[in-house]
């Protein structure tokens, strides 16, 4: 079965659509100030809950502390689970479907996290999927609601529809003239934030930024998914204009770009997992320009690939030490073959 | 698409407001978006958390007197604890702490407070207020357009759903 991460399309610059759900159990504390006990009885109510679905794309049940340290990296990467339930330390649990599209996180800073990704523009989709599993947990489980502050939650910044939704975007050109904080403070009037995926704060690099909704209630889910996906439609727009322009622009300049990138990526003998995302996001860059072969393999699912946690756990390696050079070989045989 | 305000530069941004109950959608375009009147100034997740001035204030002003020394049944969380870490400790805690709780969800969600989305099939009750709203909607809506026989019915089911939700029975209408 495909992963998710397999079926993008370096066409896009639109890489994935995501939909988070917050869930709790009606008469249990948060998972803050949850017992163990509590918590136990939980994983164990949702996990007898999702026994029950016989669908295409089974779920594997993974308790936290089965799961070693590099791994839980690798599944934060993948965005499966976040950062938080990996340093979580009692009792806690991820079940993750085998095309990676569905994962819920269970105690998190909510009783239950549903989340389902697509790759490309599938916001749709994706919603239709967490709220087939959100129905099936309800039925069982009976969730905290109530009729004026809808889905209730840990904070009050998730209550109402408990709705996040987002779009993991790939906006070079936007990032390039400067133009990602003016995107910030327009959206941002409208509840919309957008951030940098590799990195953090201004260091962020690969180009690749998520943008989200922070308003979850006063909104039906339909107003939110519209919304956000006429919002990434007109960002995407602009990236597109100020690529072909730049690329028009200079074209000699464009290519040369491209090109050195993937002579490096091509025959480098060891690099760093920031060189490698930067590189392989200009490499993408240069097929939506036009500027190299559109055969090449999908450029999103080599970035998942050559990420440290993944890549040491996929090729069995234990000394750190040897990840850059495994790296570089694995970029060597799937670009030049 | 041109934008609603000017007419002139193309459409950028798709808003959906809801204002004390009401929803409107708009289509602007980058420049009318920067001077709208409109904007929303969300306060953001980490100042709010961070104890953001308006927080102990905020409590300040919905503390009942009985509140200083309330905590929730079902969880124990204190309201001081409420207001340090800004979360509720359990569900209960939204009823327990109720002023506490709208004042902190009319500041992160930008001045909403009702929840207009998804109903879990669970909520029973949620879904019948939710279907009387809906019913009183369109009777109002039938009556602006003339279609009396049409808000006659729609006047009967309503007046089904309230008298069976008064006897705790659930009397469903005629559609």
Partial sequence: MEKWYEENSNASSILSSRIRLARNFSERPFPKGANDDERLEMIDKTAKTLAQYKGADPLSMNLLDSIDRVSRQALVDKHLISPNLAAEKRPACVFISRSEKTSLMVMEEDHIRIQAIEAGDNITKAYERASAFDDLLDEEIGYAFDGQWGYLTSCPTNAGTGLRASYMLHLPYLEAMGQISNIASSIGKFGYTIRGTFGEGSGSYGSVYQISNQITMGMTEEDILRSIQSLAGEIVEKERYLREREVAGNPLGAEDRVWRVYGLLTNARQMTEKEAITNLSLLKTGIMAGIIDQSLPNIYDLIVHIRTATLSKNEGITDMAEVPAARAAYLRKKLAG | ?175
Avoid at chain 2, 45 to 69: I, M, N, R, T, Y
Avoid at chain 2, 118 to 142: F, M, W
Avoid at chain 2, 153 to 171: F, N, P, Q, S, W
């Fill in chain 2, 1 to 175: 698409m041109l934008c609603q305000q000017c007419g002139q530069r193309e459409a950028e941004i798709y808003l959906v407001q809801t204002l004390n109950g009401e929803k409107t959608q708009t289509h602007l375009c980058a420049q009318c978006a920067a001077n709208s009147a409109i904007t929303m100034t969300p306060i953001s997740f980490a100042s709010f958390l961070q104890g953001f001035v308006d927080a102990p204030k905020l409590f300040g002003e919905c503390a009942q007197p009985k509140q200083a020394e309330a905590s929730c049944p079902l969880c124990g969380q204190s309201l001081t604890e409420l207001s340090r870490t800004g979360k509720a400790g359990c569900p209960s805690c939204y009823k327990t702490f109720a002023p506490q709780m709208a004042a902190m969800i009319r500041s992160v969600q930008a001045g909403n407070s009702k929840h207009i989305g998804k109903i879990p099939q669970s909520a029973g009750e949620a879904r019948a207020c939710r279907e009387l709203e809906q019913y009183k909607q369109k009777l109002s809506e039938a009556v602006a357009k003339e279609e009396f026989e049409e808000a006659a019915k729609l006047r009967d089911a309503i007046r089904a759903l309230e008298g069976g939700t008064a006897d705790g029975k659930m009397v469903r209408g005629e559609q």
